[in-house]
């Protein structure tokens, strides 16, 4: 007698030794960590996911270290712990602190070899730290290559080496670790210039997520220069969000992201605020201009408040 479908599942799932699930299993369920800006909480699907590993890329200075710390910080205030891997010797506690994260409650490591960021990587990861950042991959350097002479160059060390990393650490995102890994782009040699990352092709390959960041204009105040449009383009995803599209954020350089004028694009973008011509207007209230309007929203917090909520809604 042939056994039903439900039979044959039943059977399989009483061997353990295959560790098979229903695919409406809650272990296939994933969190999310919120940016808490609405542009990019709108791109990524709600923020970053957990169980998963995200790519931030781009060329230097133009704020990928930034949008990982404001991960950190909004894993910090919903009561959950966050580690940062720092091979490039680059961690400052006023900075991050200034960037939102409790520096005390952070776990940092500076290791000394790609083996032992990725051994440190995956032990934190199996416990079940909320989040944890790699900064960067181009810092990852094997033992093979730290203990030779300098004239020991072999091809494609790195690439190898992020290669055979990545597939023995990422099974233990399973324990509800958000893995953001950092990585810079190099112009290639060649006739053509092409973007490319340290580590070779396999970290777009593993990654869930691949957020790329660039600078897209200034923002200036007079003739100065006080900040730039930061554009995260989404590359992939296997999470949601939507996929291929772009989010623009304010980057200032004393303050980070514009939480109050990202809050007032969104509005004009959904027609909460009204413009006519250089004037804007928000319910009752008018203003001269986007720096007029950045003024009204700081100087009534109840205003901004209400703009919060309308678009949250």
């Not at 003739?223 to 296997?238: A, C, H, P, W, Y």
Request: glycine share 8%; charged share 20%.
């Amino acid at each position: 007698m042939k056994l039903t479908a439900e039979e044959v599942i039943s059977d399989l799932l009483k061997d353990k030794n295959m560790n098979l699930m229903r695919g409406d299993s809650d272990e296939f369920s994933f969190g999310r960590i919120p940016f808490n800006i609405p542009a990019l909480d709108n791109l990524t699907g709600g923020g970053i996911p957990k169980k998963r590993m995200t790519l931030l890329y781009g060329p230097t200075n133009v704020g990928k270290s930034y949008l990982a710390s404001q991960v950190v910080a909004n894993a910090q205030q919903q009561g959950g712990t966050a580690a940062w891997i720092d091979t490039e010797l680059s961690w400052d506690s006023k900075w991050v602190t200034k960037c939102g994260i409790d520096a005390t409650n952070v776990l940092v490591a500076q290791p000394t070899s790609g083996e032992e960021a990725m051994d440190t990587t995956r032990e934190l990861m199996r416990a079940g730290v909320d989040v944890i950042v790699l900064d960067s991959i181009a810092g990852l350097v094997p033992t093979a290559v730290h203990e030779e002479d300098f004239s020991y160059n072999p091809m494609a060390w790195q690439a190898r080496f992020v290669n055979t990393s990545l597939p023995r650490i990422l099974p233990n995102l399973k324990n509800g670790t958000a893995f953001i890994a950092i990585n810079q782009v190099r112009s290639s040699m060649g006739p053509v210039a092409l973007d490319a990352m340290p580590g070779g092709l396999a970290q777009s390959f593993f990654a869930h997520f691949l957020l790329q960041v660039r600078r897209s204009g200034w923002i200036k105040e007079g003739t100065q220069n006080v900040g730039f449009d930061m554009e995260i383009r989404l590359r992939k995803s296997k999470v949601g969000g939507e996929n291929w599209n772009s989010a623009v954020v304010p980057f200032r350089v004393e303050g980070g992201i514009d939480i109050v004028e990202s809050y007032i694009r969104e509005g004009i973008q959904n027609k909460l605020i009204s413009q006519a011509g250089a004037w804007y207007t928000y319910k009752d209230q008018k203003a001269m201009g986007l720096n007029g309007v950045r003024k009204l929203f700081t100087d009534q917090e109840e205003l901004f408040k209400a703009l919060q909520n309308e678009l949250a809604s």
